[in-house]
């Protein structure tokens, strides 16, 4: 780690070199590693150490940007200098309100480095894969999957008075175990190393994988479905990026535009934004330094709020939600990066013992949009599809393709675990993590549209 002293020398460097009227510095200091495995051995080890400048310089209405990979003096007096000239080569921006000012009050504090976390070593990495290894062996399974580590320094300041620094860390395990043909799956994401458990992944990965027999099939149709916790959280993770975003509901793409304060979903769905929970990944502020805080979405069936950074939030005459987005040269929007969704009363065993004739997943993959503003996907089921026959479990099926609205879905809930899982996303450019922190979930006639060979 470099440590607050050191990052904060350097943005000051930037700010001090800086000719434009208004500048902001954001800092992103990371390292960590991750260690891939198949069948049953490691077979790529591999560490990263990276430090990324965001520099925003505004002239007036005018703003450029420019990214710097690196923590030399000179070029980093260079690129503030060349975000000025840029600034004043570009139109204007009616719309750009400025960089945000100091908070009235202190960012909340918020405890999410572990420095268990921040230690690992790729030898603590591979006595964790070997454990693994020698678990599931017993049971004749094969495994697939990553184990990975990440610590980040996270600073931000601008010239009118922000400053902030956060450090944290995550970590992951994803198993894919494999067994005659048949594959199951086990993940748990967390700030701390020591709350993954190999025996709790291992033991999850061997009942995934249970041989049943040979594959069945099923037509296409709509079905009830039991989905866990890393499908929902794959499932839903679309209405973070287009439902939820301010710029989305501006641009008419979110199923939400026009409808805050409306019954948009059954009245047992709340979902907020939660990047203060210490169940997550916590921090304290966003990306340009508004302070976070818990923020409704949508309770007990109705929108309540979008999410905005500073400039959706000027053009929208309203107050950013703290939830600017992380620095990526593809995408900018405002974004709800830390999906809380309630949990309900019900277990995974009770949803199957309840379900007449139905399905029950494991997970998602392979999912693409066809159509954002009626938050239509479509995808496929991975790692465990089952058949459900008057409450039990009765056979092991070939995966399906379905099509379905999420916000129709949302309305044919039947039943909400009373577990959550975190689950979280790293960002390639960033190494920053997305977390949906959801629990199980019955949907009523899930749209299954086709099959597959597999």
């Known amino acids: 780690m470099l440590g607050e002293r050191k990052i904060k020398k350097m943005i000051n460097v930037i700010l001090a070199a800086s000719p434009a009227e208004q500048t902001e510095v954001l800092c992103i200091a990371g390292q960590g590693g991750l260690t891939r495995f198949a069948n049953s051995a490691i077979n790529q080890n591999v560490a990263n150490e990276n430090i990324i400048f965001q520099v925003r310089c505004a002239n007036g209405k005018r703003v450029g940007r420019v990214f710097v990979n690196g923590m030399e003096t000179a070029k980093l007096r260079e690129a503030v200098r060349d975000c000025h000239e840029m600034t004043l080569k570009m139109e204007e921006d009616p719309v750009f309100p400025g960089f945000p000012e100091a908070p009235d009050e202190p960012y909340p504090k918020v405890s ?28 004749g399974l094969t495994v697939f999957g990553a184990l990975w580590n990440q610590t980040l ?12 620094y956060h450090p944290l860390t995550a970590a992951s395990m994803r198993v894919v175990s494999s067994f005659k043909g048949m594959t199951g799956y086990a993940e748990k994401s967390s700030s701390s190393i020591e709350n993954i458990t190999v025996e709790e992944l291992a033991s999850e990965a061997i009942e995934s994988c249970r041989y049943m027999g040979e594959l069945e099939e099923i037509p296409p149709g709509e079905y009830d479905l039991v989905m866990e916790e890393y499908g929902v959280a794959e499932y839903l993770h679309f ?10 509901a501006q641009e008419g793409r979110s199923f939400l535009s026009e409808h805050i304060g409306e019954k948009v979903v059954g009245k047992n769905i709340s979902i907020s934004d939660d990047p ?9 502020f966003d990306y340009e330094g508004v302070p976070h805080r818990t923020l409704t979405l949508i309770e007990e069936g109705v929108a309540k709020n ?22 990526n ?37 392979y999912l693409r949009e066809a159509h ?5 996907i479509t995808g496929m089921t991975r790692d465990g599809l089952y058949l459900i026959k008057n409450g039990e479990i009765t056979a092991r099926l070939k995966n399906m393709r379905f099509t379905q609205s999420i916000a129709e879905s949302l309305n044919h809930v039947a039943a909400i675990g009373k577990n959550r899982k975190l689950l ?31």
């Open 306 to 327: 979008l999410v905005y950074d500073t400039y959706y939030a000027a053009k929208g005459n309203t107050k950013s939600t703290g939830n600017a987005c992380f620095p």
């Open 239 to 248: 209405l973070c990026y287009d439902a939820f975003s301010a710029q989305a």
């Open 329 to 365: 040269p593809e995408f900018g929007a405002p974004l709800a990066a830390n999906m809380t969704v309630m949990a309900g009363n019900s277990s995974l065993e009770e949803m199957i013992r309840k379900t007449e004739d139905g399905l029950y997943v494991k997970r998602l993959h």
């Open 372 to 376: 954002p503003k009626k938050t239509i």
């Open 153 to 164: 320094e996270i600073s931000i300041a601008n010239s009118v008075g922000v400053y902030g």
């Open 112 to 139: 999410g480095f572990s420095e268990a976390t921040n230690l690992m070593t790729p030898m603590d990495r591979g006595n964790a894969v070997l454990e693994l290894v020698k678990i599931t062996e017993d049971e």
């Open 424 to 454: 979280a996303e790293q960002d390639e450019f960033t190494g920053i993590a997305i977390s949906s922190l959801v629990p199980a979930m019955k949907f009523r006639k899930f749209n299954f549209t086709g099959k597959t060979t597999f």
């Open 276 to 284: 203060l929970t210490g169940e997550g990944l916590p921090m304290p």
